[in-house]
């Protein structure tokens, strides 16, 4: 049986994604209030994954809870060290980001990874199994909370050790399954309230939370070759067993939306006239989801993760 080890705090003195704030419980994103970057999780496929003393690997996939909308693993194809398995690396574990040689820095050895619980990520990932890893790497659960990770909005709070005290709802049953491969939920069709109007080609996530912003909406088989951003808290429904996300918007909205540059990094003023067409109030004033309630799921059946 593992011992549970306490996982190690992130690295302060290196350009890390996180910093110790002066309450030393906290983590904070670096550099304080400043707006976080809004990444293609597209290209942060293949990124390389290394632990404290040596590689393991490259990122293959991404698990989402379908619930919050968050990211909450990495799927790492493992090299020979490995025998080859795929395994979950959470946000939590990161100890720092480097955005420009395309890679994910761990506070973990190769060997406390290795010998992480088994996971067959080829099939649903249910909450036990989650139970199981947290257990191991010692992480208080981010569930039950009404924070994005436990009480707080960032994953380095948990890295941290840092108790959240007693969930503010029930966890659900062990067995529940919230969690989705990317890979899947593309392609995934857009049903608006007047028709389709396209699929989910990407999705643009918050690299500090690692929340997902907007789904991105290829409109190529009605619309041309548009792709244009929804907020994935705009949807009411979404169905897992026929693979479709419903929309309370008309073709006609979508077709006149503000124009999107994929090319172009993604700032406050365009998010602002985006959010103002919609008529849509803002994620970044309160810092709660533009939603408070999750859209109304349809959990039977499907390829849940």
Do not use: C
């Not at 060290?81 to 795929?86: A, L, V």
């Not at 996300?245 to 406050?268: E, T």
Request: hydrophobic share 35%; proline share 7%; aromatic share 12%.
């Amino acid at each position: 049986m593992s011992t549970t080890v306490k996982p190690e705090a992130p690295v302060t003195s290196s350009p890390t994604l996180w910093h110790q704030s002066s309450d030393s419980k906290v983590f904070e994103p670096k550099g304080g209030k400043k707006m976080p970057m809004l990444r293609s999780l597209k290209e942060l496929e293949n990124y390389a994954v290394s632990a404290t003393d040596g590689d393991i690997g490259h990122v293959a996939d991404f698990l989402l809870d379908d619930e919050r909308w968050i990211v909450r693993y990495l799927v790492v194809e493992t090299g020979g060290f490995f025998t080859g398995r795929r395994v979950l690396i959470s946000p939590i574990s990161f100890r720092q980001v480097d955005w420009s040689t395309r890679g994910f820095h761990l506070a973990l050895t190769r060997d406390r990874v290795k010998n992480s619980p088994s996971v067959d990520v080829d099939k649903p990932v249910s909450r036990q199994h989650e139970l199981d890893y947290f257990g191991y790497y010692g992480y208080p659960r981010y569930w039950g909370y009404p924070g994005p990770w436990g009480a707080g909005a960032y994953p380095g709070l948990l890295a941290a050790g840092s108790s959240n005290g007693a969930p503010a709802e029930e966890p659900g049953k062990s067995g529940d399954v919230h969690l989705r491969s990317a890979e899947e939920v593309r392609g995934y069709h857009i049903q608006g309230t007047d028709g389709p109007m396209g699929h989910v080609h990407d999705f643009i996530i918050d690299d500090e939370t690692w929340e997902v912003r907007y789904l991105v909406i290829d409109t190529r088989n009605w619309w041309l070759d548009k792709k244009v951003l929804v907020s994935p808290h705009w949807a009411n429904r979404v169905s897992w067993t026929e693979g479709e996300v419903f929309v309370d918007l008309s073709r006609r909205a979508i077709k006149n939306s503000p124009k999107w540059d994929a090319a172009a990094p993604i700032n406050r003023e365009y998010e602002a006239r985006l959010y103002d067409y919609y008529g849509r109030p803002v994620y970044w004033d309160s810092g709660d989801a533009p939603a408070k309630t999750p859209p109304l799921h349809q959990h039977s059946g499907g390829r849940a993760r």
